[in-house]
């Protein structure tokens, strides 16, 4: 496994993020620091306030207060130029369901100002091809299957090198392969010194690809650090990473749960 | 208890209408209610005294008058209801939910079916107040008046199941991937048509030079006397003539007619229940297309470019969606229509101002058509946008810049056809070719806005894609600009002949004074019109730049 390739660099800042919809805080105070080159996790329960995190860091959501910096950025403050840094994948990828997949990779391409060329159009067949979408080239997105939609959206990120990746449940919907696939992708980045925050809910991902997780809980950071961190901090060293999640995120207990729904009726 | 499957479905879907008026801002919903109560009580009011004075004044008429009126009504259910029914009878994840419940479909449909009615019940209402005026005005006894409501429901239950029965049948019959683009294709010809028809019978009713001659529009209304939307009229004025046996009749007929659509509808719905939840359940059918040739060999130089990226992308998607452009159709035939009816050969002064006014109403009517969904119909690509780095004044102005040319190509166009048949100079067409110019840009770029300004990113129909908000603003602010724009168009003119001394100006001399005078007042008039479009950019930017909403995938 390569090492990463960090230097100390932080790429990717939350300050003490709030994003408040009427009454609720979906998140409360959100605050860690990514160095560059790292795979960092970010865990949580569904509704903990991940999608919503990852949505300020990328500009897609005003946070209600506090900052998000890529690259020592401001996102609010300088747009224009954290965004040209920025790969945000989506839980749903954008998409235009009415272009062809090459054709959608070109438009990414454009809108980032990437220099058109033979160059761009080898990279842009690399990738189809190794997200297996060179041959449904016919095809419009439309009619893809929620995977294929997914690695497009994937392919629309990677063709422009963005310095950082923040990606939604970027394994959701991929078959083994492919999430074989998209593991191996970003380590290799990592190595080369892209930042990766990735929000998952498949611990096994989390554990063989991030050296340090983010717990998230309510809209709330429980835990940050690597597994051994967290691991000391619940004073239990054998504990695996679900072990821990289910430790930090504490709800009733679901064998309870279970067995009171299927007792017998009175 | 066992409630039925038909009152919990509904019990469901009155609860989500519930939650979803009142997760708007209160402000909002009263704002709402008002205007809608202002044009309820207009529209409605004016509905009522049009038939209040058909009924005094036209005793003998009332019977063409009123299958007429029914006629007219089912037609415009027909084509402006179309939307809501095959949405209500074949979209929705929720209809998956029910076919998958162990409920019969009968339960399904009904349900369905008063839900489905509600778009035409609201387009019924016009009609209700209008014939409410008639039996008024003609003094029609108290059975009139409860008839009258049966009658309509009954018609609008026709109608609905009509529609259902026209979707079912193309589902049948058409491979599935396509029959919504036919159904809407379908939908959008028969509104054309209707258009088209409306144009050329108002063509002959006002003819030149004479006053409005409505034995044309009887003659057409005698020939439609046989068709079922003409019953209840039938009903209707047989009890305004005193004869209650020919009122039963023709009610026992209407509703006969309503039963048997009803069961045809649920027989046929029930078989293409499963057919069309395939196509119309999941995302829009996207059509596969045969394998691209090689990618292309010649491969372009040069930076990337966001605004071109936006049009060629705007481009493709337009080409290959058939329903957006079968909606456009009546967009592009409406002009013409209007063209048909109002335009004829003449040499009078008047008739250059006529034309101004034409110009001015086919670039407003092509401009909203075009731009205003413009900024919506990027739907969840919008997101695209948003994160790329550019700014949303760049968005703006790639959409401007996109819609401009084929509004400036077609107005273009038609002046110089319509100046060519009406015989006009060489410096009157290029002075009316300005104006175009200045009004498509204008009108482009404020139905850009109306689209910045109140996006409906979610909508899947054009026609939708912009709230009340924005379909306001837009409408004002075409109107004025249109207004200011003609009217420093006219300043410009007459200053132009007053200069040389050739104006007709009544009491005012034609002095070069006066001249410079009307030419200042016309600048004025420009300004105000341009600063109305600067305006609207500017709110349409602020809008789009601090835009949050999530937008739901589907
Ligand atoms: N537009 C919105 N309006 C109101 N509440 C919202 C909105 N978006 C998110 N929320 C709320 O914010 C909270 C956090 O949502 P978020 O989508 O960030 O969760 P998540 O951690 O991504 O969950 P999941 O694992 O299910 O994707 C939830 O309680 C959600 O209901
Ligand atoms: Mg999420």
Known sequence: MPLPATDGHIAV????LVKQYGLIKA???????????EIVGFLGANGAGKTTTLRMLCGLLTPTSGTALIDDIDILAQPLQAKARLGYLDEEPFVHPHLTGREFLNYIADLYRMPRGPERQQRMERLLRLFELADRDGELIGAYSHGMRQKIGLASLLIREPSVLLLDEPTNGLDPRSARLVKDLLEELAALGTTVLLSTHILEVAQALCRRVAIIDRGHIVATGTIEELRAQAGSEQASLEDLFLKLTAGPESRELIERLLAPKL | MNESATRIILKAELLALRHRLLKRSPVRLVLLALFLLVAAVTIGGAAFAAGLTAGQFLPNESDSILSGGFTALSVLMLVVGFPTVIATFFVGRDLLQLVLAPIRPMDIFVARLLLAMSANLLISSLLLMGTLGVGVGSGAPFVFFPLVVVLIFVQVLIVTALQAILMSLVLQWVPARLARDVAAAVAGLAGAGFYLAWNLSLRQTFSPR???????????????????SAWPGHALSAVIAGSLGGAAIWLMLSLALAALTIAAAEILYRRTLLAGLGVFGGPQAVWRRAPAKPASVVVKQGAGSPARAIAIKDW??????????????????????????????????????TEVALFGFISMFLSSALATPSIPSERRGFQLLRMAPMTMRQVIRAKVMLTLPPVLAITLLFTIVVAATSGHGIAQLAEVSVLVVWLGIGFVSIGVSAGGIDPKFEASDDRRAVGVVGTLAGLGGAFGFGLLSVGAFALFVFGSAAAAGTAQLGPIPSTPIVGALMWVGGLGLAVGAAAIVVILLWLADSRLRTYEGTIAAV
């Not at chain 1, 998140?27 to 080159?37: C, E, L, N, P």
């Not at chain 2, 456009?328 to 009078?348: D, E, H, Q, V």
């Open chain 1, 13 to 16: 800042e939350a300050r003490n």
């Open chain 1, 27 to 37: 998140v409360d105070g959100v605050s860690f620091q990514i160095r560059r080159g």
């Open chain 2, 210 to 228: 004479s006053r409005p001659d409505f034995t044309n529009v009887n003659a057409v209304i005698q020939r439609i006397e046989w068709l079922p």
């Open chain 2, 316 to 353: 493709l998607s337009y080409r290959r969606d058939i329903r957006r452009l079968s909606r456009m159709l009546p967009a592009f035939l409406f002009p013409i229509g209007y063209a048909l009816t109002f335009l004829r050969p003449s040499r009078s002064i008047n008739s250059f101002w």
